[in-house]
């Protein structure tokens, strides 16, 4: 009876104790991710323009083009889907008339990040191809960078050149906007000796380390989860307004 209990508490405390919203473990994650994809028939390439341009919608909030001096964005994109994600939301960014760059030095062969690629491209953004190792190089050059280097899915360590990158990152003084995760953080403990992101956008739901982040702004965005998926794993998420792609969580 006991475990049952303190489970039950431990789930009811995650949901309802230190914030009103739903904060997923990792495995939720994923389950819910693998249900989208097979039991809603959603494909990765929708789920990753929900999400970069609710990244891009979020960060017109925080920081309004005409509050950023030279309106120079760095896109730092990891190898996987939250690398496209920020492949993605370079896109919008142009769109939205930022001046945006990616960084992308690990590229996906699959032909969905070939295409985010070209399509970067013919909107004129600019590859770098090293990150500099002086932070001051990236202070200078940009007003923000978005850290898409890893997702959900993120365990263990960074590799080469990412472990590189991180600790260039957690040096830059400009503010640094994570896509779902704060990159290189345990996805439920957070991790406090890691980056500091000034804003945080969180993805379909809200990851269990979200809990540590400390930066101003933390926003939901990816207008992706049907009803049952809601009630399903309980989930407690707030409504967007109107047609908005991100909705802040106070
Ligand atoms: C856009 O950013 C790149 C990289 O920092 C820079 O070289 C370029 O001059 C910028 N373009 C504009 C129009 O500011």
């Not at 994109?77 to 930022?98: E, I, Q, S, T």
């Not at 004129?124 to 001051?136: K, T, Y």
């Not at 830059?172 to 994570?178: A, D, T």
Request: hydrophobic share 35%; net charge neutral.
């Amino acid at each position: 009876m006991l475990p049952l209990f303190s489970f039950v508490l431990f789930s009811y405390r995650r949901r309802t104790m230190s914030r009103p919203w739903t904060y997923v473990t990792q495995r939720e994650a994923q389950k819910i991710d693998e249900e989208l994809f097979s039991d809603y028939q959603y494909s990765v390439d929708q789920l990753m323009e929900l999400a970069g341009l609710g990244v891009a919608s979020a960060v017109l909030k925080c920081y309004p083009r005409d509050d950023l001096p030279s309106r120079n964005v760095l896109v730092c994109c990891g190898p996987g889907n939250n690398g496209g994600d920020g492949l993605v939301a370079a896109r919008h960014l142009k769109l939205f008339g930022y001046n945006s760059s990616v960084y992308y030095p690990k590229r996906s062969e699959k032909q969905l990040f070939k295409n985010l690629v070209v399509q970067c491209e013919n909107f004129r953004i600019d590859f770098v191809n090293d990150l500099p190792e002086n932070p001051d190089e990236i202070n200078r050059n940009f007003d923000l960078v978005i850290d898409s280097l890893f997702g959900f899915g993120f365990k263990g360590d960074a590799r080469p050149p990412f472990s590189a990158a991180l600790d260039t990152l957690k040096r830059v003084k400009i503010p640094i906007c994570s896509v779902d995760v704060p990159s290189g953080w345990d996805i439920e403990a957070g991790d406090e000796e890691g980056l500091k992101p000034d804003s945080l956008v969180s993805i379909a739901s809200p990851k269990l380390c979200a809990r540590s982040f400390r930066g101003r702004y933390h926003y939901l965005a990816a207008r992706s989860i049907p009803p049952e998926i809601k009630s399903k794993y309980g989930l407690n998420l707030p409504q967007y307004p109107g047609s908005e792609q991100c909705v802040k969580l106070e």
